[in-house]
């Protein structure tokens, strides 16, 4: 079972009390991008097979939005941070390369 740590609240939490929000630092288009930016957005997303980024809310908790780290065929989880982060803190791209030497950012 998938277990992570709100880092909003502090709470441990099973998947069942989280609810999935899709992949994280995706660049979004508003009104008046070109369409093809905008069908990328909305229809393309990396869902690799290994280390992802995800947002997640902790739906049965404090309710706040946040950032994960893990592996997708593992659910090894490398860490949480606030959903308001731009890029992966330094911390967590340092777990991952700690545990997968030859990973690199996509």
């Not at 739906?59 to 308001?84: I, N």
Request: glycine share 8%; net charge neutral; hydrophobic share 35%.
């Amino acid at each position: 079972m998938l277990t992570l740590t709100c880092p909003c609240c502090g709470i441990s939490a099973c998947e069942t009390e989280l609810a999935p929000g899709g992949e994280a630092h995706l660049k979004r288009f508003g009104p008046g991008s070109p369409d093809a930016d905008f069908e990328s957005y909305l229809f393309l997303r990396q869902n690799s097979r290994g280390v992802h980024f995800e947002r997640w809310r902790h739906a049965m908790g404090c309710g706040k939005w946040f950032l994960a780290a893990r592996d997708t065929a593992t659910l090894e989880v490398f860490g949480t941070y606030s959903a308001q982060t731009t890029e992966p803190p330094a911390d967590i791209i340092a777990a991952i390369r700690a545990k997968r030497p030859d990973w690199s950012p996509a």
